[in-house]
Nanobody
Framework: QVQLVESGGGLVQPGGSLRLSCAASGITLSGYDMAWGRQVPGKQRELVATINRLGRANYADSVKGRFPISRDSAKRTMYLQMNSLKPEDTAVYYC?????????WGQGTHVTVSS
């Protein structure tokens, strides 16, 4: 059974940092392309950062230069380092794993950026 479990969310002041983790079980992480997405109520989920099996990363313009994505296949864990956080980054953050004909989402972790 595939499980993706996010952690590291919470309340942070504007300008602060958080590191999200996504722990995977039931899959060999190195065989999957991975991503972080976020969603706010009433809006569609959007991908903010992706990292493929070769470690190549891409970012949404809204987070480029602030949210480096990384993965550690040996630890079966993916990370999102969130720096210079803004109130508009407030959302539920989800991790995603994908390969041909299969894709999996985690249950999400809440991030609130507020003073």
């Amino acid at each position: 059974q595939v499980q993706l479990v996010e952690s590291g969310g919470g309340l942070v002041q504007p300008g602060g940092s958080l590191r999200l983790s996504c722990a995977a079980s039931g899959i060999t992480l190195s065989g999957y392309d991975m991503a972080w997405g976020r969603q706010v109520p009433g809006k569609q989920r959007e991908l903010v950062a992706t990292i493929n099996r070769l470690g190549r990363a891409n970012y949404a313009d809204s987070v480029k230069g602030r949210f480096p994505i990384s993965r550690d296949s040996a630890k079966r864990t993916m990370y999102l380092q969130m720096n210079s956080l803004k109130p508009e980054d407030t959302a539920v953050y989800y991790c995603y794993a994908e390969r041909v004909n299969s894709g999996y989402w985690g249950q999400g972790t809440h991030v609130t950026v507020s003073s």
